[in-house]
């Protein structure tokens, strides 16, 4: 059984920073895909950023250049790094893996692991 477990959200004033992390000990960060994704009251569930096993990214366009995504095999932790925040990220944001894709995807249907979540919230 796979955990994830974010933190680091919170509450930011627009043009700040704020940056998550993901831990999930034993998941195969070597192998297979991770990603971030969230949800804002009234919307879908969109994919915000992901990485590949060979470290591949893609990012959503509303957060190109803003968000980066990273992950540290060795800690077994994914991490979002968002500066330059605006009012509109404001969402619910949950990290996710999967144990069937290994190229990079944000496509949600592909993952199998979800973690709780974590607020984001910018004014």
């Known amino acids: 059984h796979v955990q994830l477990v974010e933190s680091g959200g919170g509450s930011v004033q627009a043009g700040g920073s704020l940056r998550l992390s993901c831990a999930a000990p034993g998941y195969r960060y070597d192998t297979y895909c991770m990603g971030w994704f969230r949800q804002a009251p009234g919307k879908e569930r969109e994919g915000v950023a992901a990485i590949g096993s060979d470290g591949m990214t893609s990012y959503a366009e509303s957060v190109k250049g803003r968000f980066t995504i990273s992950k540290d095999n060795a800690k077994n932790t994914l991490y979002l790094q968002m500066n330059s925040l605006k009012p509109e990220d404001t969402a619910m944001y949950y990290c996710?893996?999967?144990?069937?894709?290994?190229?990079?995807?944000?496509?949600?249907?592909?993952?199998?692991?979800w973690g709780q979540g974590t607020q984001v919230t910018v004014s």
């Open positions: 996710a893996g999967t144990s069937v894709v290994a190229q990079v995807t944000r496509n949600q249907l592909y993952y199998n692991y």
